[in-house]
């Protein structure tokens, strides 16, 4: 294949999607591309998030690259800092670093129509062009902070858990965590032993699964290590479980009834006081939020220092939290656990497209994607984890594999044919985007909780209703007559591959 100057390629962000792209790049014998990265190292939500507890909760071997697997994986749910090793051993296995530019940040995207090729503006104020871009910049990147009056009087420390202070020691404080939502209840029962006192603040009782972590044995690690195969049997049978579980969550149907009854047993023998698990009952249906899983979450709250409070806050005072009842909560610490901002809300950066027209612009209804990854009016620009292609019960992974394989099939067909621009037909998106929201009326998530998967008016551009198998089925084959393809002018050439 090509390593052709004539066809740069520029990734933008280095998470799991962007490093997955460069490997399969550079595997196809693809070498003209360039990773840009905001931050100072590789890794996104696993460079980002290291609070106490942080950790996958879709099993690890499912949860890494099906062409880099692990044998290694020391516990059934890795930790962070696991994962953050994993993907720079992946780096430096595959000899990513001479196309990473870090401390990159990608500010602005315009496509030239006559050239063929997006103009990138980036902070270090090198002008970036691109044949194709592929952007990777994560859905769950930058921290959401609630909107509480008198956040910034707080005295004490106050922070968010994709934003640890590791220089603020726990030990003995008085420690409030807001929020009860994946990362709480991964952070609440690993600092509850060590502070003085924890006041956790809960909106709304999440749903949890028991997660049956366990440290994964040498013999297995060796077993893995030598019969790789058996490794990837293990993982299809780890994601085949999913895929079966995939409708008591995702489904608006009685099946979700199996998970609630799953998830009230696993409370009734998780906390023995009836108040207490009165008030840890969730009330919406089972699915609708993103299900939890956790064996510590629950059993936390029956220790003699930690404290739910189900009021809802009415303001932070340099003191404390004080709730609608009028109670100070005095702390010492805030952890603020109130997730993301979702990165679908809008374009990640100004992107302007053919004619044009702006992808914020494009996306005023919501973010739309042909099979999640390609907008029409915006040619050669592939979305890694984009519109709709979140699973809610199983590993994004899957997903994002998949999605780079399709680009890779779309990229060879443009070095081989020397093709100037692939854009997907609007009809064909269009219609795409139909059936999905259609499907969308049927799924658990519609049933009428309020989630940060939903758009104000109710519909969702973040999850895809279905299974991970159809959907990886349905976007096996880049196919052209889906496409505009738009060959290079006489005289001009798309590389010299
Ligand atoms: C705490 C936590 C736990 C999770 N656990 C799971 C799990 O168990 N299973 C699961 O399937 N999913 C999980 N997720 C979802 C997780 O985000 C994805 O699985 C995966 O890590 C996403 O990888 P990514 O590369 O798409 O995005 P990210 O990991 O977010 O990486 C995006 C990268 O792009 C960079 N970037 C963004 N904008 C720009 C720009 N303009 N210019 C340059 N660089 C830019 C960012 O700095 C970042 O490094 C979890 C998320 C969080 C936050």
Known sequence: MSNAPEFPIAIIGAGFAGIGAAIQLKQAGILSFTMYERAGEIGGTWRDNTYPGCACDVPSHVYSFSFEQNPNWNRAYAPAAEIQQYLLDCVARHRLRPHLRSNTTITAARWDDGAGE???????????????????????????????????????????????????????????????????????????????????????????????????????????????????????????????????????????????????????????????????????????????????????????????????????????????????HAVDVIVLATGFKLGLANAPFPVTGAGGRTLDDAWRDGAVAYKGMTVSGFPNWFILMGPNTGPGHTSVLVYTEHQIQYALQAIRMMIAEDVKAVEVKREVMDAYNAHLQARMKRTAWNSGCKSWYLNPDGSNHALYPGFASEYCLGVRHFKCDEYHVVPQAPGETASAG
Not at 159 to 166: E, G, N, P
Not at 302 to 313: A, G, P
């Open 118 to 328: 997006w103009h990138l503006d980036t902070s270090t104020g090198e002008a970036v062009t691109a044949r194709v871009v592929i952007s990777g910049v994560g859905g769950l990147v930058d921290p959401a902070y609630p909107d509480i009056p008198g956040l910034d009087r707080f005295a004490g420390d106050l922070f968010h858990t994709a934003r640890w202070r590791h220089d603020v020691p726990l030990a003995g404080k008085r420690v409030a965590v807001v929020g009860t939502g994946a990362s709480a209840i991964q952070v609440v029962p690993s600092i509850a032993p060590a502070v003085g006192r924890l006041v956790v603040f809960q909106r709304t009782a999440p749903w949890i699964m028991p997660k049956r972590d366990r440290v994964i044995s040498e013999h297995t690690k060796q077993l893995f290590a030598r019969f790789p195969g058996l490794q990837t049997a293990y993982r299809w049978a780890l994601f085949g479980l999913s895929e079966a579980m995939g409708p008591i969550v995702f489904l608006d149907s009685p099946l979700s009834k199996i998970g609630e009854r799953g998830s009230l047993r696993h409370l009734e023998q998780s906390v023995r006081d009836p108040e207490l698990r009165r008030k840890l009952t969730p009330h919406f249906q089972f699915g609708c939020k993103r299900v939890l899983i956790s064996d510590d979450y629950w059993p936390t709250f029956e220790r003699d220092n930690v404290e739910l409070v189900t009021e809802s806050i009415r303001e932070i005072t340099p003191a404390g939290i004080v709730t609608a009842d009028g109670v100070e």
